[in-house]
């Protein structure tokens, strides 16, 4: 099963993080962590891990055409 994390605006003023997943129905969003870019995206990580009820290793995708990413989002495999 794959995992997508991706950034980006969810709503008119609300930038956040959104969770999918390639076979689960998981379309989770949650607002951004308001901290350092590195911070927010570990936060982000340990927020999908605890919606996934485990642990899984992130890979940065580059894709500028992702739809409501800034350039980029994470994969994973589990």
């Known amino acids: 099963m794959q995992y997508t994390l991706t950034p980006g605006y969810y709503d ?34 340990a927020w999908a891990a605890q919606l996934l009820g485990r642990t899984v290793t992130w890979t940065r995708v580059e894709d500028p055409g992702h739809d409501g990413a800034y350039g980029h989002h994470y994969t994973a495999e589990a």
């Open 12 to 45: 008119v003023d609300s930038y956040g993080w959104e969770l999918t997943s390639d076979d689960r129905e998981i379309s989770e969003t949650h607002p951004t962590f308001h901290a350092p870019q590195a911070d927010d995206i570990r936060a982000a990580q």
